[in-house]
DNA sequence: TCCTCTAGCTTGGAC
DNA sequence: GTCCAAGGTAGAGGA
């Protein structure tokens, strides 16, 4: 990894085009050849930058460009895109390079597909009597985050049986006729928009039409779910549900799941 | 701005928690107090960071870190959220400090905005026969990126005037009882998804509930449109038009616009 | 490979 | 302040 603080101005010409102005700035040359031009201050998001596989060349600037002060040009080109990244410095105030080696990356812990997983194991915080179908459940237009069917056959069953797996099974082996199942499809989130209404409005719209499933009912169960959403979630007979994952995770991990 | 490099663990505990392993990494120390941890190599997302308002505090770590080789603790704390960042120490490689002064920001060129612009002033390129009546046309739910109506007053009025405003003044002016102006709501994405189909859809959902404006089409143009939006844009009725940018803005330069 | 969706998204603008 | 939409979105994950 180079460091190097310079006084320059860099163009970027690629999807956009975008300018800056001659200030000093610091360059980050990575080892897969990728730049990031950063100032003081500002983002965790670099000014510019241009993204591996590419390649960076020093040039020799030319007579125009020397007499603008220019001592060195960067010219930075992506591989494949053709987006190209020109950099003129004028002085160079710190220039060092060092050998970090292979990083072991990031663990992480609390993002959406910890939540679905939680919430699989959980699904009594969507509602009473419902069972877990599958996580992930498969369409045509992409994967329903959960599947979920109510397991409603006369309040007496539910009574003595445990929740969940144990009562799905009686009310599927029942001799009578049974109920047919009611499903629930759960959109999850961590910050449901208006957009996660409208991506379960499409599975929902979809879901409906095979006789199989319907009436399958929709829930967006959500940390946080914003007032336009909620709304609009109303307006379209969807459930919302407020997730709070600290006490799913304490449930989690104090009593063993089922599934 | 501050740089160092060391080997180092960090640890974020906020919006998610995650970890990161001992290993040599580079700390940029912004002069607005955020913190940026980037290996060589990866994305221009540093691994970990800390973004403004946030202070960060170098403290002395205790025996039993000490024990296991960590030379100075950095906590980094979010003025607001809570959040926090904790990196461990354990050799500083590199520890420079510079001055860069106040960077006079990014010029743009090729943003959402500038393709509006251009669009609104060679409606054309959308269909024939249409004239812009306003951009940003406003509605309860938000702008509508621009809105345009026929100006079909049949076709031997349009043979001997100019295109576009002209047309439009004459048709207005028509003594004999003048057709219904159709309208033509466009959305304007650079990049077209399924969300956007889904944006205009609300959009034209209210027009047509307005007896002025009704029948109000809907067209989706950008630069490039996901398959699968154009497929839902088919299904509810919605034309596509991909857009050429570099194409449009250089009619832009060569011929004045009419508005 | 293409195409989808998530993201500690970030960031800017409107209300 | 909250909420929504844009981004050179980038990056992961599935078909």
């Known amino acids: 990894m180079r460091l ?4 320059c101005s860099v163009d970027y010409t690629g999807r956009l085009t975008a300018h800056l102005p001659l200030a000093t700035r610091l360059l980050v040359h990575k080892g897969d050849g990728s730049l990031l031009v950063h100032s003081d201050g500002g983002s965790y998001k670099p000014l510019n930058w241009m993204s591996p596989p590419c390649t960076l060349t020093v040039e020799t600037p030319d007579a125009e460009a020397a007499e603008e ?20 410095i004028h ?3 710190h220039d060092t390079t060092h050998d970090l080696g292979v990083d072991p990356g990031l663990i992480k812990d ?30 045509a237009i992409g994967p329903v ?27 599927s082996a ?43 009912r929709g829930v967006l169960a959500a940390q946080s779910i914003a007032p336009q959403a909620k709304t609009l979630a109303g307006d379209r007979g969807i459930d919302t549900v407020v997730l709070d994952y600290d006490a799913m995770k304490g449930i989690q991990s104090g009593i063993p799941t089922l599934f």
């Open 69 to 88: 002060g220019v001592v060195e040009l960067w010219r930075v080109t992506h591989a494949k895109s053709g987006d190209a990244l020109l950099v003129r």
């Open 4 to 7: 190097v603080i310079a006084r």
């Open 174 to 216: 029942a001799p009578a006729g049974p109920a047919p199942a009611r499903h629930v499809a759960v959109e999850v989130k961590r910050r449901a928009g208006i957009d996660a209404v409208e991506q379960l409005t499409r599975y929902l719209e979809l879901l409906n039409r095979d006789p199989h499933l319907a009436p399958v």
């Open 145 to 171: 985050d959960l599947m979920l069917r109510t397991v409603t056959a006369g309040v007496s069953v539910e009574i003595d049986v445990p929740p969940g797996v144990e009562a799905d099974v009686h009310v």
């Open 110 to 139: 609390g993002v959406e597909a910890d939540l679905q997983r939680l919430l699989a194991e959980q699904v009594d915080v969507i509602g009473d009597g419902l069972a877990l179908v599958r996580r992930e459940f498969p369409t």
């Open 91 to 93: 002085e160079v105030i």
